[in-house]
């Protein structure tokens, strides 16, 4: 009799697991669930009076249909109290999105003074350096200047001897000014890889934040 039993109620109880089966998958409701699994008006996740008849139908006494009954809606609480402890709230998703948005916001500012203050940095030394290249040009042609004045001075005292040293002074007149025209190109192309270095250094960190911002996105889709 007692087998009989058993064999009944474990068939009740596995049609009655078969439409919690047939239901969304338990990783869905992990993943969206905003709130547990609603009772219905008893207190119970099925409905137990149907349930005790149907045992009754199936020749169980009333006696029996209801200790079935009580011991298959501890298994079902226990299970979706289990089932429920793993549930995600919308509270607790949006507590994570706000979160990310946060940091995200955050690392975008960082970025973008980091980018404003290299160009400000660059910007300044670009400044620098014209200005010592102007302050060079004037040194080169009072130097120029005082030389052409000590080959003119001497020109004007010793004739006789003036044009061997009028050649002399010219060369070094010439050197000199070669030298300045040197100096000049070399820091012209000294600005020139600057102002390269800080393009690359620009476009890389503008492609690093594009990254960051469509690494961010797709966290999010």
């Known amino acids: 009799m007692s087998s009989r039993i058993i ?15 047939t239901s969304p998958s338990i990783e869905s409701i992990r993943i969206f669930s905003t709130t547990a699994p609603a009772l219905n008006d008893s207190g119970h996740h099925f ?34 109290d289990n089932l429920t402890r793993n549930m995600v709230t ?7 999105v ?12 960082e ?4 980018e404003k203050n290299d160009f400000s940095l660059t910007n300044t030394n670009n400044e620098r350096l014209v200005s010592e290249i102007e302050k060079l040009r004037q040194r080169l042609r009072e130097e120029v200047a005082r030389t052409q004045a000590g080959v003119r001075l001497d020109l004007n005292l010793e004739k006789g001897r003036i044009r061997d ?13 070669e030298r300045i025209e040197q100096e000049i190109a070399a820091l012209r192309t000294q600005m ?11 476009i890389g ?14 966290m999010f889709k």
């Open 7 to 21: 064999a009944k109620a474990s068939g009740i109880a596995s049609r009655q697991a078969s439409s919690c089966r």
């Open 47 to 80: 409905d137990t009076h149907r349930f005790v008849e149907k045992l009754e139908r199936e020749g169980f006494t009333r006696q029996q249909s209801e200790a079935i009954m009580n011991a298959l809606d501890e298994v079902v609480t226990e299970s979706m």
């Open 90 to 96: 919308k509270a607790d998703q949006d507590k994570t």
């Open 98 to 109: 706000y979160t990310y948005k946060v940091d995200f916001a955050a690392l975008k500012s």
């Open 111 to 114: 970025l973008q003074m980091l």
């Open 165 to 177: 040293e009028a050649a002399t002074q010219e060369l070094k007149v010439r050197a000199t000014e």
């Open 192 to 202: 020139e890889t600057i102002k390269l270095q800080t393009l690359q250094y620009m």
């Open 205 to 218: 960190t503008i492609t690093g934040a594009g990254a960051l911002i469509l690494a961010y996105l797709r």
